[in-house]
């Protein structure tokens, strides 16, 4: 399996964002799609509960899974993260898929809804997905108008204008940029006034 750096991936998901000319959320994955990379997007039954999409680097289409349709359409955060998931699969393993390296024999690369942690191939498109739907200078700025401490509202209203899913928010400012510190049912921007909502003290 090719090893791909987490670096390299968000360098990849900047330029795709400059060539898109996006500079303020909420970024479309599905226009990217398809007027960027100028790829086809179809909802087709892939015949699998499990399967949200698919990509065909032959075919260059998108196939959105009509099983999850409704689910999808209605989650307007999960579709646009599973469209630029697919996009990472594009950006990232086109050309493996091409030169038939290791792990990358297949032309259609699939992403299943359960188990993608097993397959690092889905994990680099995830962290595609993350770079491109919520750049750390967009989450920057947004977070700005936010005053400390945010409760869970606060939260699904940045995930709004991002049009990802509050999980994926919180994963990318708690987990990830350590932006916010969460304390007894909220969202801190200093660690020191997380510690002291937990009733703890600094040690500096």
């Not at 990509?55 to 289409?61: C, G, L, P, Y």
């Not at 196939?63 to 990472?88: D, P, Q």
């Not at 928010?169 to 002291?196: C, W």
Request: charged share 30%; proline share 2%; aromatic share 10%.
């Amino acid at each position: 399996m090719s090893y791909i750096r987490t670096r390299d991936i968000e360098s990849i998901a900047e330029r795709v964002l400059a060539q898109a000319n996006v500079d303020s959320p909420p970024i479309k994955a599905e226009i990217i799609a398809e007027c960027v990379c100028e790829l086809d997007i179809d909802w087709v039954n892939l015949d699998r509960a499990d399967v949200l999409a698919a990509i065909s680097f032959f075919d260059q289409k998108i196939y959105m899974n009509e099983l999850r349709k409704y689910e999808l359409k209605n989650n307007l955060g999960r579709m646009n993260f599973t469209f630029a998931h697919e996009l990472g699969h594009w950006f990232l393993h086109q050309n493996l898929v091409q030169e038939k390296l290791p792990g990358f024999e297949d032309e259609i690369l699939i992403c299943r809804d359960t188990n993608i942690k097993t397959d690092n191939r889905e994990r680099q498109a995830d962290i595609f997905a993350t770079y491109l739907l919520m750049p750390e200078r967009f989450v920057t700025e947004q977070l700005r108008s936010f005053a400390t401490p945010l409760n869970d509202y606060d939260l699904k209203r940045i995930a709004n204008i991002f049009q990802v899913s509050k999980q994926a928010m919180e994963i990318r400012l708690v987990d990830e940029l350590k932006f916010l510190h969460y304390a007894q049912g909220l969202y801190y921007k200093s660690e020191n006034e997380a510690m002291e909502a937990r009733g703890q003290q600094s040690l500096f």
